[in-house]
């Protein structure tokens, strides 16, 4: 058990939908991070948060948003959701932001759209 | 952009054997750092050994080392005396560190990893 928290575990929507994912850090970790995981794409960076600021952008497509709120969780909202977003999304958090921090991986959202 | 290859897409290994996992990376930055992580069947990602660039001693964690050579851009994983428990993909992955702090990490197509007993 890494000490990150996601939910849901599994969802499943339909095309054109929205969904949100949650994540709750690791008790004391400033920053989190999150990633999709699908077929085609790999493992790819979407968004860093550290402290409540959004600190660094990957891949992350227009549709898709996130924010981290005082109590430092995060959530991700996708919308206009095609059925290439299915896929599995990790949530991360580290201390804050060295280098040598290492990020702790939640358990995952696996996203179905059909 | 930085970019990670892993080539090897899967491999073979008699228990108690050792294997070595390729890795090779692009970037024009001097300061960084370079990971090995390991994703089993459960999907968890659990992090193997990590290695800073300005180092020139390679990582060392039990029976999992690292070879690393800054010129080549190349950083590979020794694991010796494999065991059932070490099937898993595993993931090379690169982050960057400039003036404001360390980004998020730049993953490898990933090299599934075969234990056979």
């Known amino acids: 058990d890494s000490g990150v928290t996601q939910t849901p575990k599994h969802l499943i929507t339909a095309t054109g939908q929205r969904v949100t994912l949650r994540c709750s850090p690791r008790s004391g970790d400033l920053s989190v991070y999150w990633y999709q995981q699908s077929l085609d794409q790999g493992l790819q960076f979407l968004i860093q948060?550290?402290?409540?600021?959004?600190?660094a952008k990957g891949n992350i497509l227009e549709r898709f948003s996130a924010q981290q709120f005082p109590d430092l969780h995060s959530e991700l909202n996708l919308s206009s959701l095609e059925l290439g977003d299915s896929a599995l999304y990790f949530c991360?958090?580290?201390?804050?932001?060295?280098?040598?921090?290492?990020?702790?991986f939640g358990p995952g959202t696996r996203l179905t759209v059909l | 952009a930085q970019t990670v290859t892993q080539s090897q897409p899967e491999m073979s290994v008699q228990e108690a054997e050792t294997v070595t996992l390729s890795c090779t990376y692009d970037t024009s930055e001097s300061d960084y750092y370079l990971f090995w992580y390991k994703q089993p069947p459960s999907r968890q990602m659990i992090l193997v050994i990590r290695q800073e660039a300005y180092k020139q001693q390679n990582a060392t964690e039990n029976r999992f080392s690292v070879n690393f050579q800054k010129a080549a851009k190349s950083f590979s994983l020794k694991i010796s005396d494999s065991q059932l428990g070490d099937a898993a993909m595993y993931f090379c992955a690169y982050r960057r560190v400039s003036g404001g702090g360390a980004d998020g990490l730049t993953f490898g197509k990933g090299t599934h990893l075969i234990i056979q007993p």
């Open positions: 991360a958090s580290s201390p804050g932001l060295a280098g040598a921090d290492t990020q702790y």
């Open positions: 948060y550290y402290n409540g600021e959004e600190r």
